[in-house]
């Protein structure tokens, strides 16, 4: 089975930080992606990759960034964390077949 | 224009039978895929169908009509634990998946 881990399950970061969230898959996928989930919101792209050191951006990029050194890494960067941040963000893989695998989440709260 | 709809909200009866429709419209066509999600956790894969027709696997079954540009999930003998978010899914012209906003299914005792 494909796994996909997030770094951190909770967080709680205050207004102006920099925050990092990473995500490794253990499968080689070459498409990652990095969504928010908002209620009544659905999931929204924020950006997606792929291939190493490519990112393309999706729906709303504004106020991340993304990196990609490494295949099996996917890091979703907060250049200075505001209040609207607060959400949840799913990282994803993408199979052969088209489907996802998504890590179990990371809750942001940012104070 | 690409787009994924579904009922926002449902309710349902323990032991009781429940459909939720997902009509979709994208360039080409590879597939749909369902979805779950419990609040909050992660969605997780539950089905995909690439040829019409019906597909079942235990409670679950997935119908697709391509001709339609429709599928449902049909789910059966609902227990408490399914009580959860529903999310259609299918690729569009550059194989990302394009998501429904998901139904939410509320099961009652």
């Known amino acids: 089975d494909v796994k996909v881990t997030q770094s951190s399950r909770y967080l709680v970061k205050r207004t102006g930080e920099k925050v990092f969230l990473e995500c490794v898959q253990d499968?080689?996928?070459?498409?990652m992606f990095w969504y928010r989930q908002d209620p009544g919101l659905g999931l929204r792209l924020i950006y997606f990759?792929?291939?190493?050191?490519?990112?393309e951006k999706g729906d709303i990029p504004e106020g991340y960034s993304v990196s990609r050194e490494k295949k099996e890494r996917f890091s979703l960067i907060l250049e200075s964390a505001s209040t609207n941040q607060t959400s949840m963000y799913l990282c994803a893989t993408q199979h052969p077949n088209y489907g996802y695998t998504f890590g179990s989440g990371t809750r942001l709260t940012v104070v | 224009g690409q787009n994924i709809d579904q009922p926002t909200e449902m309710t349902a009866t323990e032991g009781a039978i429940v459909q939720i429709n997902c009509t979709y419209q994208?360039?080409?066509?590879?597939?749909l895929f369902w979805y779950q999600q419990h609040a909050g956790e992660a969605p997780t894969f539950l089905s995909y169908?690439?040829l019409d027709g019906l597909e079942e696997k235990g409670r679950f079954s997935s119908f697709l009509s391509r001709s339609k540009g429709y599928s449902y999930l049909l789910l059966k003998e609902l227990q408490m634990k399914d009580s959860a978010s529903y999310l259609c899914a299918a690729p569009d012209s550059n194989y990302q998946l394009i998501w429904g906003a998901g139904t939410k299914l509320i099961i009652k005792p």
């Open positions: 169908n690439v």
């Open positions: 499968m080689d996928h070459e498409n």
């Open positions: 994208t360039s080409g066509f590879n597939g």
């Open positions: 990759s792929y291939d190493v050191k490519m990112k």
